[in-house]
């Protein structure tokens, strides 16, 4: 519930609603589980269905389509990176696919992947041109999901690959308030040994 004081949301509770939503919207997979088959966009379909063959001809059949997005708002390329599929990311990209698409919380492949822990999907985004500090509609990037969900691979490749340290959400959260969440103290400690 919302708290009101002179008119305003209380920040305490706007950032508690706000938070709740973005780790809402990352998660994901749970979202497609029980789907009723063939409600979503087919591009979608064939990259839940892990069908590369599919996705071929899909290309050829309907180049325009391509982009489409789910209910939540997510590209093929963005289900991809959820899933993990690496396969599927390199012909996503190698046809094109928006690197830069957010789905309807702001999120972009980028985000999914790292929050995931899909190390080699990420470096393949990474590699392709993906903007490593994109902000979702909360601030935050894909560096503050990898140190949330302790993935220490990926929040290295980020890291190597030159992503904004210093960046803070829209409740002046940064990289270490995002660690510290993580209660991983060998997280921490790599951190503070790579001077952060």
């Known amino acids: 519930m919302l708290h009101k004081v002179a008119g305003c949301l209380c920040a305490p509770a706007l950032f508690v609603l706000m938070f ?11 979202f497609y589980k029980n789907r009723k088959v ?6 979608i379909e064939a990259v839940l269905d892990q069908n590369i063959d599919a996705l071929k001809k899909f290309w050829l059949n309907a180049r325009q389509r391509f982009n489409d997005r789910d209910s939540q708002g997510r590209t093929a390329l963005i289900v991809a990176a959820l899933l993990g599929e ?5 012909f996503l990209i190698s046809k094109g696919s928006n690197l830069g698409a957010t789905d309807n919380a702001g999120n972009t492949a980028l985000h ?4 995931q822990g899909h190390t080699v999907v990420l470096e393949r985004l990474i590699t392709a041109g993906s903007k490593l500090n994109a902000q979702n509609h909360n601030g935050e990037v894909a560096l503050f999901h ?3 969900k302790g993935h220490w691979a990926a929040l290295e490749a980020l890291l190597d690959a030159g992503a904004d340290t210093q960046i803070t959400d829209y409740t002046a959260r940064g990289l270490m308030d995002y660690a ?9 400690r790599r951190l503070k040994k790579r001077g952060l």
């Open 38 to 43: 063939g409600a979503e966009p087919p591009v």
């Open 180 to 188: 510290q969440q993580a209660k991983n103290r060998l997280l921490m």
């Open 112 to 115: 999914y992947a790292t929050s």
């Open 146 to 148: 990898a140190a949330r």
């Open 20 to 30: 709740g939503l973005a780790c809402a919207q990352i998660g994901g997979i749970e």
């Open 86 to 90: 690496t396969e599927i990311i390199d």
